[in-house]
Antibody, heavy 113, light 111 residues
């Protein structure tokens, strides 16, 4: 099970950090993906981080604005997105592993002046 | 930004069958296995099919997946009202700009 932090409202230019706490499995056995969905839109993959060795792959679109981390002591993954814009308004999901077999409930991030 | 193309909508009466297509390229579907995800209204997506044709745990047998070349398909045989949802395909992509890509999504309506 993946449980995410609550909704956020941010101003343009600010940063947001979303957390994703894992339970029910060995955290370091799977990586964590981050996927977002803008209102009424499809799914967009942002990146992936191994919870075992720290390897990271970011989508090129987010390379300069996103940082993904994990805390193995608390089995929690984090995604920080900086320099927020209005088009970053979306629901952000953490998703387990290369099979995308377990999804968090989503965190709504609203970017508004 | 989706590189996998799906029809925007599909529909059928209860008990009928629908098939959703997902068209990609040699760098994604042509090389990697395809997953399908179901997103019920107001909820997070959930894994439906992995590895082209393997139903996830608890998924009814009326859902089936297949792949041929650079395209994949999801079939729902014997529609139930609870199948009304958005469906997305997804797969890894061997390009350098993005590693995982999703389809544009298909809204299935049960008439």
């Amino acid at each position: 099970q993946l449980v995410q932090s609550g909704a956020e409202v941010k101003k343009p230019g600010a940063s947001v950090t979303v957390s994703c706490k894992a339970s029910g499995y060995t955290f370091t056995s799977f990586g964590i993906n981050w996927v977002r969905q803008a209102p009424g839109q499809g799914l967009e993959w942002m990146g992936w981080m191994s919870a075992n060795n720290g390897n990271i792959n970011y989508a090129q679109k987010f390379l300069d604005r996103v940082t993904m981390t994990t805390d193995t002591s608390t089995a929690t993954a984090f995604m920080e997105l900086r320099s927020l814009r209005s088009d970053d308004t979306a629901v952000y999901y953490c998703v387990r592993g290369s099979s995308f077999d377990s999804w968090g409930q989503g965190t709504r991030v609203t970017v508004s002046p | 930004q989706s590189v996998l193309t799906q029809p925007p909508s599909a529909s059928g009466a209860p008990g009928q069958s629908v098939t959703i297509s997902c068209s990609g390229s040699s760098s994604n579907i042509g090389t990697n296995t395809v997953n399908w995800y179901q997103q019920l209204p107001g909820t997070a997506p959930k894994l439906l099919i992995s590895g082209n044709d393997q139903r996830a745990s608890g998924v009814p047998g009326r859902f089936s997946g297949s792949k041929s070349g650079t395209s994949a398909s999801l079939a729902i045989s014997g529609l139930h009202s609870e199948d009304e949802a958005d469906y997305f395909c997804g797969t890894w992509d061997d390009s350098l700009s993005v590693f995982y890509v999703f389809g544009t999504g298909t809204k299935v309506t049960v008439l």
